[in-house]
């Protein structure tokens, strides 16, 4: 069935992701992020089969369990990783690609009552930081980085770190390197798409404003300095 071998390659990525699991074991006995997702799987198998009371009957006692509330009609790819995974809510018409990593706290939710398409759509080698908000149905691209508490309401283009509240782009990675679409470069891989290099996009235009302001103040003295000497 494909479910199951959806859910054999997301059991297999939780040992690449999370540092804390250290054996298979560990993963089927303690890994609540797992068995959310692995729950999801046969909950959309059942949705698109038609059984569609079932799958919100067990997506309503795997919530109960894993505190990850994730609609069955959600399209997900391949080894989607949710860590720390309480407090997670994925609404119905939500997607996304392969390799998505989500922490705990994130919320993939609407901003109509409207009938069709209002939940994000979540590209590939996405990364959601803990507590952030992405609203609406608006795009996330390839190789993301959604910031810890970040509230986004537009589009983030590809290769781009996006924090704060509104989220603002930070960074945008060089176009030309290669992506990790496993998660394997260690140096590029940010848990919560956070680090101490990110600079507050307020105080860098600000710190910008300052430095114009400075160059504006030279400029005025010197204009002074000639009209007297004329």
């Not at 560990?26 to 198998?45: E, I, K, N």
């Not at 994925?90 to 998505?100: F, M, N, Q, S, Y």
């Not at 590209?123 to 509230?151: C, E, F, W």
């Amino acid at each position: 069935m494909i479910w199951f071998q959806r859910v054999k390659e997301d059991f297999a990525v939780v040992k690449e992701r999370d540092p804390a699991t250290k054996s298979s074991f560990a993963v089927l006995t303690l890994h609540t992020g797992f068995w959310a997702v692995a729950s999801y799987r046969l909950q959309h198998a059942l949705w698109v089969s038609g059984w569609r009371w079932l799958a919100r009957l067990l997506a309503n006692m795997s919530r109960w369990v894993t505190g990850v509330e994730i609609h069955p009609a959600v399209e997900a790819g391949h080894r989607l990783f949710i860590d720390h995974g309480m407090g997670i809510v994925i609404g119905e018409t939500a997607e996304l690609g392969d390799d998505v990593s989500i922490y705990q706290g994130v919320t993939l939710g609407g901003t109509s009552w409207a009938q069709h398409k209002r939940h994000p759509t979540i590209g590939s080698d996405v990364i959601i930081g803990a507590g952030a908000k992405v609203l609406g149905a608006i795009t996330v691209a390839d190789h993301a980085r959604i910031g810890s508490n970040a509230v986004v309401v537009k589009d983030v283009p590809t290769r781009t770190t996006v924090v704060g509240i509104p989220a603002k782009a930070v960074s945008a990675a060089n176009e030309h390197r290669e992506p990790s679409h496993r998660h394997e470069d260690c140096d590029r891989f940010e848990a919560y798409a956070q680090s101490n290099d990110i600079a507050d996009p307020v105080m860098t235009a600000l710190s910008k404003l300052n430095d114009r302001i400075c160059v504006l103040e030279e400029e005025n003295e010197r204009l002074k300095r000639q009209q007297r000497n004329d």
